[in-house]
């Protein structure tokens, strides 16, 4: 496992953008999986995006909208033309086992470090 601290969470109105980053602590330097994901109250945790050596993947929802990027130890999420229903708490994570996610990058039970979250909210 492996520390992860997200910030840049808070709150912005409809249309507007917020770059979130998750710094992983003791980064080996090598490429691995990680992985966006955000929770909804009373919903399911569900994958934003996902980064490993090969590249990265979006879900159909934020195409477009979201960009993942990684540079040395810390994940992006760029989140432009936001609306209310990405409003959420967005967690960062990784599986350090994985050098790429692969195809259950979705799925968030492949990952084993996870941040402690960061709060987003756009109102109308």
């Known amino acids: 496992q492996v520390p992860l601290m997200e910030s840049g969470g808070g709150s912005v109105q409809a249309g507007g953008s917020l770059r979130l980053s998750c710094t992983a602590s003791g980064d080996s330097g090598l490429s691995y999986c990680m992985g966006w994901f955000r929770q909804a109250p009373g919903k399911e945790r569900e994958v934003v995006a996902s980064?490993?050596?090969?590249g990265t993947n979006h879900a159909d929802s934020v195409k477009g909208r979201f960009t993942v990027s990684k540079v040395d130890n810390t994940l992006y999420l760029q989140m432009d033309s936001l609306t209310p229903e990405d409003t959420a708490m967005y967690y960062c994570a990784a599986e350090l086992r994985r050098l790429y996610c692969g195809t259950p990058w979705r799925n968030p039970a492949i990952f084993h470090s996870w941040g402690q979250g960061t709060q987003v909210t756009v109102s109308v």
């Open positions: 980064s490993d050596g090969a």
